[in-house]
């Protein structure tokens, strides 16, 4: 027998009631947007079209969080979210509703929304840009590269590691010459975790500017997997006894680490002579 906290034994309205309690991540109202995105219903999907309306801003936010994942990965009623997303960026002005939304995008990947996410990549306040960002990475387009690269030297720490993320991984297929010098560039970032992105993004390419950078992460007192992964995409011969000293060193503990190394390790040792 279902209990009332489940959220499929709970009506829209109390779902949607949940959802607008507690702060941004707060996890019950997440479990109850989760609980939405599931029944991806039309009811669901005009109870989120009427809150982009309301004159308050976290209930338009929370409208926004229902429309970028309902159907919970099923494209349902794709044309009426990307119609609402595209039409609230064009005229909202609270950043932390202008972040959702492009989150969101991101979820719809939603080409029509390329233009207004340019835009908003200009906006003034960091939250925007973050979100500019994230739908901007999920976009086959010369104009959302572009974009990035500008937002890969931000700023703001999470701006420029989402964008560096975006070039570097989500636009995999994407090789430009302007794309591997924001890469490059990023390499001296004061943040290890984007430093790592754009290591990925550049051995992921080939390019033999990584070379050098991914034997220093390696020698490195603290590697990240990012410098594994680097390394795997290289392949470059003489990060084999680097990726062994790391090994028999002990290096770091955590598992998913250990895992990685070995896999690389493997990787390099089945290799064609």
Do not use: C
Not at 176 to 192: I, W, Y
Request: glycine share 10%; no cysteine.
């Amino acid at each position: 027998m279902n209990h009332p906290e489940h959220g499929e034994a709970r009506s829209l309205e109390e779902l949607i009631q949940v959802a607008l309690e507690g702060d941004e991540e707060d996890a019950r109202a997440w479990e109850a947007l989760r609980a939405l995105h599931a029944r991806g219903t039309r009811d669901v999907l005009d109870a989120a079209l009427g809150l982009l309306g309301s004159s308050s801003a976290k209930a338009r936010g929370r409208g926004v969080d229902i429309l970028g994942q309902l159907g919970a990965g099923n494209p349902v009623f794709q044309t009426e979210r990307g119609d609402a997303l595209v039409d609230l960026l064009r005229r909202e002005r609270e950043p932390e509703v202008l972040l959702s939304a492009g989150v969101a995008l991101s979820h719809l990947v939603e080409p029509r929304a390329l233009a207004v996410l340019v835009a908003l990549a200009g906006h003034p306040s960091a939250e925007a840009r973050y979100g500019a960002a994230h739908g901007l990475a999920v976009l086959d387009a010369p104009e959302a590269v572009e974009a990035l690269i500008r937002l890969s030297a931000d700023e703001d720490r999470d701006v420029r590691d989402w964008a560096t993320f975006g070039l570097g991984t989500l636009m995999e297929a994407r090789d430009t010459p302007e794309l591997r010098d924001a890469l490059v560039a990023r390499l001296g970032d004061e943040d290890p975790e984007i430093v790592g992105e754009a290591l990925v993004g550049l051995a992921t390419r080939k390019d033999a500017r990584a070379v050098e950078p991914v034997r220093a992460a390696l020698r490195g007192e603290r590697v990240m997997v990012y410098a594994l992964e680097a390394a795997a995409a290289l392949g470059d011969p003489s990060f084999h006894p680097l990726l062994l000293a790391l090994r028999d060193a002990g290096g770091p503990s955590e598992g998913y680490f250990r895992s990685v190394l070995e896999e690389v390790i493997s990787g390099f040792e089945q290799a064609p002579a």
